[in-house]
C-alpha cells in the first residue's frame, strides 16, 4: 500500500522568513495530494491540494509543488507569522470511488516573533 | 453551520465496556470515513463507507465496526476498548470522486479516554 514520509519533522521559522516541508510517497499511482493544518484538539484543515496533472499550485502565501518522476511533493510558506505556528499533514491518495488519503506523520512549525 | 458533526466532543469510557461515537453530515455526502489520530501521531484510516457498501482497512481491529444507516449517520462501535483505544477519532466525508470534488471534509473529533 502507499506509504508517505514527511520531513522535517520539527520545523522553526523567524517570523517573515520562509518554510518548506517535503513529503515522498511510494506508489505511483496516487493522483492526489494534499495538505492539512492541524492546531492542538481540533480538526485537520484542508490548506492546498494539488492533482497529479499539476505541477504546482499556489494560493496567497501558499504553494505546493509536485515531482511525479521523484515522487515528491512539497509545501512553502512565505512570510511567515505566528498564527501559522500548528502541525502540518501531508497526505496522498489514488481517487477511485473514495479518496483514502494515507497522511504523513506530520511537521510541528513554529513561527518566532 | 457544522457540516460534519460529532457527537460527544470528548468521550470517557472503561477498559472494556462498549462505546459508540456517532457522526452526522448535512453536505449529503455519498462517502463517509473513520480515521483514528493518537496523541502526535498522523490520522490512520479504520475504514469508508461508499454509500452502502462498507470497506475495512486490512490493519484495522476486529474489535472496532461501524454502522451507516442512512446518508446521513455513520456509528464507531468499540467492542472492548482497550488502554491503546485512547485516540482521537475524526469523522470525515468526500463526495464521489465522479463529482469532480475529492475534498474531505473533517468533523472536530471525539476524543475517548479509556480508564
Known amino acids: 500500500g502507499e506509504n508517505v514520509e514527511q520531513h522535517p519533522s520539527t520545523l522553526s521559522v523567524q517570523e517573515g522568513d520562509s518554510a518548506v516541508i517535503k513529503c515522498t510517497y511510494s506508489d505511483s499511482a496516487s493522483n492526489y495530494f494534499p495538505w492539512y493544518k492541524q492546531e492542538l484538539g481540533k480538526r485537520p484543515q484542508l490548506i492546498i491540494d494539488i492533482r497529479s496533472n499539476v505541477g504546482e499550485k499556489k494560493d496567497q502565501r501558499i504553494a505546493v509543488t509536485l515531482n511525479k518522476t521523484a515522487k515528491h511533493f512539497s509545501l512553502h510558506i512565505t512570510e511567515t507569522q505566528p498564527e501559522d505556528s500548528a502541525v502540518y499533514f501531508c497526505a496522498a491518495s489514488i481517487m477511485e470511488y473514495g479518496n483514502k488519503l494515507v497522511f504523513g506523520a506530520g511537521t510541528i512549525l513554529r513561527v518566532k516573533s | 453551520d457544522a457540516m460534519v458533526i460529532q457527537n460527544p466532543r470528548y468521550q470517557v469510557t472503561q477498559f472494556g465496556k462498549p462505546v459508540t461515537l456517532s457522526c452526522s453530515q448535512t453536505?449529503?455526502?455519498?462517502?463517509m470515513y473513520w480515521y483514528q489520530q493518537k496523541s502526535s501521531q498522523a490520522p490512520k484510516l479504520l475504514f469508508h463507507y461508499y454509500d452502502k457498501d462498507f470497506n475495512n482497512e486490512a490493519d484495522t481491529p476486529d474489535n472496532f465496526q461501524s454502522r451507516r444507516p442512512n446518508t446521513s449517520f455513520c456509528f464507531l462501535d468499540i467492542r472492548s476498548p482497550g488502554l491503546g483505544d485512547a485516540a482521537m477519532y475524526l469523522c470525515a466525508t468526500s463526495r464521489k470522486i465522479k463529482a469532480g470534488d475529492e475534498k474531505l471534509f473533517f468533523g472536530s473529533g471525539t476524543q475517548l479516554s479509556v480508564l
Open positions: 453536505l449529503n455526502h455519498n462517502v
